[in-house]
């Protein structure tokens, strides 16, 4: 079975034996765009040419009469404007666009916005397409009436490799369109977005199969016309698949770029404050929990901003100036809010900060702090998922930087629990790999992954971090709230305090709070 996952920046092809073996692998990159502040936009075409690529390689390694049949994964939050012949009227306007910040911010301050969160499992933030649409339709009204669909990257490709227009549950559950009840369009949500139900894809299961391909696209993978096409889902949900976190009571933390924490539950809910996001992986499975826009991008800063001397590749030095210093950073505190925020604060307006700064402090404790930051911040998420009632006993980790013994130890410590971490898999794309699998009967159920995912580490808190890090997480939580007037008058001050740094080519730094997020 092929699993393809459509990422921010490239797409990778993975072929599994029912078995769980990795089998072959291919990724084809493209380019995330940033025109203007606050924009992250792509190329529909070349996304297309980097699934046509990475399949068609990956078949050549393991020979088209071996194929099962393909299966998607995709990021979510993703908006296309086709015209009724189904070509693209715009980019891909990705998750980490940020254009829609004034329209999401008043979406989620109006009186059903919290309501309309809680139904749909979407909050009320600028990656959203609900916000997006009404940023459309405000802005770009002469291109509104030219649209004959509005879909996410994933819809396109199908449309293309298929000549279907449909849209999973999964992907539905991430637009802030479809009702989380019902599994249909949300009519209100719609009457919000100024779009009508046949402008949007059917919503059908993720384990729905396509049966053909169309000429051009068998072709161009070197596949029989009549290979199942699985639709598949989101990405967020398939990596909780692809590491085994899919009973209740386990959750699967990823920290890449960016970062996440989620915990599969077998029906949607949302905690009180909407703290958190709920997606589909089935129409009986979900995942409830939060992701963070500022990972591993923290480290890459403190190397740029704060430790510049240091040899490339930097990280190792720098994680080693972190290990230097005590757990809690001599009383040194760091919202790490350099991308803005997501959960559980669903918010593009904070930055970041450093609070307790002292004249014993030193660059070791700076770097150590941001680390801090991130695990402190997904501690919150954690709790916004507690608050939503919501059992999490177990943790599995996953992510680029948890291959350092510090960030693994971090983690444990600031959540105050053991993290397992399972031997290398393809995640997302494992997840649809064994999605297209139950589709289409070549495995029982998901629920194989239990046996499959081997955890080959268990990193358990030391009860001494462990004790100082509960101490500050009430600390670092009640700090956003106390630092949202001093963020909004930053934003107000804004155009008239721009960055203007010489990077070494002739580039500025644009202003942070409204530039577009390429965390992943």
């Known amino acids: 079975?092929?699993?393809?996952?459509?990422?921010?920046?490239?797409?990778?092809?993975?072929?599994?034996?029912?078995?769980?073996?990795?089998?072959?692998?291919?990724s084809a990159g493209y380019p995330l765009n940033e025109p203007h502040p606050g924009h992250a936009v792509q190329d529909p075409q070349l996304i297309l040419a980097a699934v046509?690529?990475?399949v068609r390689e990956v078949v050549s390694q393991v020979g088209a009469h071996r194929v099962a049949g393909i299966s998607f994964s995709s990021a979510m939050h993703s908006l296309i404007g086709l015209s009724p012949a189904g070509?693209?009227?715009?980019?891909?306007?990705?998750?980490?666009?940020?254009?829609?910040?004034?329209?999401?911010?008043?979406?989620?301050?109006?009186?059903?916005?919290?309501?309309?969160?809680?139904?749909?499992?979407?909050?009320?933030h600028p990656m959203s397409p609900l916000p997006k649409l009404v940023w459309f339709r405000e802005q770009e009204p002469k291109l509104c009436e030219k649209i004959g669909f509005w879909v996410g990257i994933k819809e396109f490709v199908l449309l293309q490799l298929c000549g279907a227009l449909v849209v999973d549950h999964s992907i539905a559950s991430a637009t802030g369109l479809m009702?989380?009840?019902?599994?249909?369009?949300?009519?209100?949500?719609?009457?919000?977005?100024?779009?009508?139900?046949?402008?949007?894809?059917?919503?059908?299961?993720?384990?729905t199969v396509l049966s053909a391909l169309t000429d051009d696209a068998a072709a161009a993978m070197g596949l029989p016309r009549t290979t199942p096409v699985v639709v598949g889902a989101a990405d967020g949900p398939l990596a909780n698949l692809g590491v085994g976190a899919v009973r209740p009571g386990v959750a699967a933390c990823s920290i890449g770029t960016s970062g996440a924490l989620r915990v599969a539950v077998d029906r949607p809910a949302v905690d009180p404050l909407g703290g958190v996001f709920c997606?589909?992986?089935?129409?009986?499975?979900?995942?409830?929990?939060?992701?963070?826009?500022?990972?591993?991008?923290?480290?890459?800063?403190?190397?740029?901003?704060?430790?510049?001397?240091?040899?490339?590749?930097?990280?190792?030095?720098?994680?080693?100036?972190?290990?230097?210093?005590?757990?809690?950073?001599?009383?040194?505190?760091?919202?790490?809010?350099?991308?803005?925020?997501?959960?559980?604060?669903?918010?593009?307006?904070?930055?970041?900060?450093?609070?307790?700064?002292?004249?014993?402090?030193?660059?070791?404790?700076?770097v150590r702090a941001a680390l801090e930051g991130v695990c402190l911040q997904l501690a919150l998420v954690l709790h916004s998922m507690r608050a939503a009632g919501l059992e999490v006993h177990s943790i599995r980790a996953t992510g680029g930087v948890m291959r350092s013994p510090l960030w693994r130890q971090l983690l444990a410590d600031t959540f105050g629990m053991p993290i397992e971490f399972a031997h290398g898999q393809e995640g997302s794309g494992f997840g649809a790999a064994l999605l297209g699998m139950e589709a289409l009967g070549l495995i029982d159920s998901i629920d194989v992954v239990v046996d499959m995912v081997k955890i080959e580490q268990t990193v358990r808190p030391?009860?001494?971090?462990?004790?100082?890090?509960?101490?500050?997480?009430?600390?670092?939580?009640?700090?956003?709230?106390?630092?949202?007037?001093?963020?909004?008058?930053?934003?107000?001050l804004a155009p008239s305090l721009p960055i203007d740094l010489d990077l070494g080519e002739g580039r500025t730094t644009a202003d942070p709070s409204t530039e577009g997020n390429t965390a992943r």
């Open 1 to 26: 079975m092929i699993g393809v996952d459509l990422g921010t920046t490239n797409t990778k092809a993975v072929a599994f034996r029912t078995d769980g073996t990795l089998e072959a692998s291919h």
């Open 52 to 54: 046509l690529e990475s």
């Open 87 to 124: 070509t693209p009227l715009t980019e891909v306007i990705t998750w980490a666009d940020t254009r829609a910040r004034v329209q999401a911010e008043r979406l989620r301050a109006s009186v059903g916005g919290l309501a309309l969160h809680r139904r749909t499992g979407t909050p009320m």
């Open 179 to 207: 009702n989380m009840n019902t599994l249909a369009w949300d009519e209100e949500a719609l009457r919000i977005a100024g779009v009508q139900p046949e402008q949007l894809p059917e919503i059908v299961p993720t384990t």
């Open 279 to 366: 997606y589909a992986l089935t129409s009986s499975r979900w995942v409830v929990g939060g992701a963070i826009n500022n990972g591993g991008v923290v480290l890459g800063w403190a190397g740029d901003a704060i430790a510049p001397d240091l040899a490339e590749p930097a990280e190792e030095e720098l994680l080693a100036l972190a290990a230097r210093v005590a757990p809690g950073s001599g009383g040194l505190l760091m919202l790490p809010y350099l991308l803005s925020e997501r959960a559980p604060h669903w918010s593009s307006l904070p930055r970041g900060a450093y609070v307790g700064l002292t004249r014993a402090h030193r660059r070791e404790h700076l």
């Open 462 to 492: 030391q009860p001494a971090a462990a004790a100082v890090y509960a101490s500050l997480l009430p600390v670092f939580a009640e700090l956003y709230n106390a630092l949202v007037p001093t963020f909004t008058s930053l934003r107000r």
